[in-house]
């Protein structure tokens, strides 16, 4: 297995919000806002353990603001940590209105994949080696999470 950093896997998607991913009131609907994070997720997974990974959990979604027709959703997924066959992935989406130019975050939550082998098993994934401040403390957090020592 490798040791690899965050920066090698960081995945960024941007998506436009259309019509048909909206409400009656023409604001996200949470479930396609979801499915793009869970994209982004899925692509830094199997970027980081260079292996197929299925979702086995999505934890504390929290949608903080609403997202218009128009608006342009930026996805940012970044790994936390590596366990053995399991990896946590944080993925922040912020919205931006094309004249305004500011950006607000509209949501954030923590997915956990599950490298699988070509008959399906979970197997294991490379290292993650966090190096800044904050990467040390997510990667601290994540082991709190999944109850595992640090
Ligand atoms: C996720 C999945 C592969 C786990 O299979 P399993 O037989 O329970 O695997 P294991 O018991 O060997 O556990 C493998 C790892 O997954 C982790 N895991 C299993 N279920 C989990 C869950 N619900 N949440 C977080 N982690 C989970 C385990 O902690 C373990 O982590 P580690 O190896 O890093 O310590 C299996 O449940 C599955 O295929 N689920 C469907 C996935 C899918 O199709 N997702 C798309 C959405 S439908």
């Known amino acids: 297995m490798k040791q690899k950093y965050r920066k090698d896997s960081e995945t960024i ?3 436009v919000v259309c019509p048909n991913d909206t409400n009656p009131m023409e ?4 479930g396609r806002l979801v499915e793009w994070m869970d ?3 899925a692509v830094c997974a199997q970027t980081h353990a260079e292996k197929i990974c299925v979702t086995a959990s999505i934890n504390h979604v929290d949608f903080k603001h609403s997202a218009m027709v128009g608006d342009i959703v930026t996805i940012h997924a ?5 366990f053995n ?3 946590e992935i944080l993925v922040k989406a912020y919205a ?5 130019g500011e950006r607000n975050l509209i949501s954030e939550a923590y997915f956990t994949f599950v490298a699988l082998n070509k008959v399906g098993e979970s197997t294991k994934v490379n290292e993650l080696v966090p190096v800044t401040e904050e990467e040390i403390m997510e990667f601290e957090a994540a082991g709190r ?6």
Do not use: Y
């Not at 604001?27 to 949470?30: H, S, T």
């Not at 931006?96 to 305004?100: D, G, M, S, V, Y």
């Open 13 to 15: 998607k941007t998506e």
């Open 27 to 30: 604001l996200l609907q949470g």
């Open 39 to 41: 994209i982004a997720a």
């Open 78 to 82: 970044n790994i936390t940590r590596a």
């Open 85 to 87: 066959s399991s990896m």
């Open 96 to 100: 931006r209105k094309i004249l305004e």
């Open 145 to 150: 999470r999944k109850n595992v020592p640090m």
